[in-house]
């Protein structure tokens, strides 16, 4: 029996701030090439930043855009989740000045923290609570602004990241066939250590971050990669069995966009074809869990899918975190 479907997709938006930073720029940075970077990544540019944007602002931006495409106003939301490892400040959530930032007077507002599978795990939530009963008009957004917590001299990482937003509404399924067929997370902290940034918790203040060089990104590249490659084709077979549908189904594959090499291998493991795969990671770098909303907005305004199309999309993350959805949009 096919599953109920609780929720369904009304719109998506996204914000990419304008400053870029290429290849070439990062050469005169530190020791790499845009070769190295181009064949082990397949990264070209990144977005970053200005000083005076924070991560919320870029949210708004999303969530404004997603909410004019859902017809719905900010009042009509209920509940707004943020997904972010980057937030405006320690407490309160980013997801409080995105409420307050949009006029989102009626909802909740909270964050959650999965890495790159951020979106996922907030969709996965959001499906949920509209399951329940418990929310009607749900925003859910992955935002980063990767670039406040890069380590500028470890070349080893600093090549990889980038800033953005993608947000989508989440509403009750109508009786169509649309909306969320299945999610599918799962976590593994005994990796937690491979991909992390130590600093500025309560395990090592600020003071203490600074002094010790942990307030920025600290990842073992190898072991996240082998990780990465596992658990996203752990996802992607997970979620066709939940969604009961085939991989020859789906219209588009919406991968976390991290390195094309785990994509390809994602790709390869589901025997879908590359015109099957979205990939813009080489305008955008590693946008953690803006990536997925941002590329599923890029390939509707593209064209590449349709109200009706199975887009199914597979995230890994730091954590470990790994998760995926199937969606019929
Ligand atoms: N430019 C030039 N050389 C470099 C660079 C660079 N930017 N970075 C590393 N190197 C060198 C290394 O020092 C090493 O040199 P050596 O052989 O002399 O020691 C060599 O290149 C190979 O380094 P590796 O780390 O083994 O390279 P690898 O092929 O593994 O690629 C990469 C590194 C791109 C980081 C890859 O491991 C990767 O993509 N890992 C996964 C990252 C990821 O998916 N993260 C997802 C989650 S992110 C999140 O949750 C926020």
Same mark, same amino acid.
């Given at each position: ?74 009042? *009509? ?110 976590? *593994? ?58 991989a020859d189904?789906i219209?588009l594959l ?10 390809d291998?994602?790709a390869k493991?589901m025997k879908l074809p590359a015109e099957k795969v ?52």
């Open positions: 029996m096919p599953n109920k479907i609780n929720s369904m997709m009304l719109g998506t938006g996204t914000a990419v701030p304008e400053k870029t930073l290429t290849n070439f720029d990062l050469e005169k940075m530190v020791d790499t090439s845009d070769q190295w970077i181009q064949e082990r990544t397949g990264i070209q540019v990144r977005h970053v930043v200005d000083d005076k944007i924070q991560n919320s602002d870029l949210c708004a931006e999303a969530a404004n855009k997603a909410l004019a495409e859902s017809g719905l106003s900010a009042a *009509d939301v209920d509940t707004i989740i943020v997904a972010t490892v980057t937030g405006d400040v320690t407490f309160p959530s980013t997801a409080c000045y995105v409420q307050d930032k949009i006029g989102a007077i009626n909802a909740t507002a909270f964050d959650i923290q999965a890495a790159c599978s951020g979106f996922i795990f907030g969709l996965d939530i959001a499906d949920s609570l509209i399951g329940l009963g418990k929310g009607k008009n749900v925003l859910v957004i992955g935002c980063e602004v990767l670039t406040r917590i890069v380590d500028w001299e470890d070349r080893s990482t600093c090549v990889l990241f980038g800033d953005a937003a993608g947000a989508a509404v989440l509403v009750p399924a109508d009786n169509s066939g649309r909306g969320v067929l299945a999610t599918f997370t799962k976590t *593994d902290g005994r990796l937690a250590h491979l991909l992390c940034m130590p600093g500025g918790g309560t395990k090592y203040p600020a003071d203490v971050a600074i002094a010790e060089n942990l307030n920025n990104i600290k990842m073992k590249g190898p072991e996240v990669f082998k990780a990465a490659v596992k658990a996203m084709g752990d996802a992607a077979t997970h979620i066709l069995e939940n969604a009961g549908v085939t189904d219209d919406i991968p976390h966009q991290a390195n094309k090499r785990i994509i291998a994602t493991k979205y990939i813009n990671l080489q305008n955008y770098g590693n946008t953690s869990a803006a990536s997925i909303p941002v590329a599923l907005t890029e390939a509707k305004e593209k064209g590449l899918v349709k109200a009706g199309d199975l887009v199914v999309m597979v995230a890994f993350g730091g954590g470990f975190t790994w998760g995926s959805a199937a969606i019929r949009l």
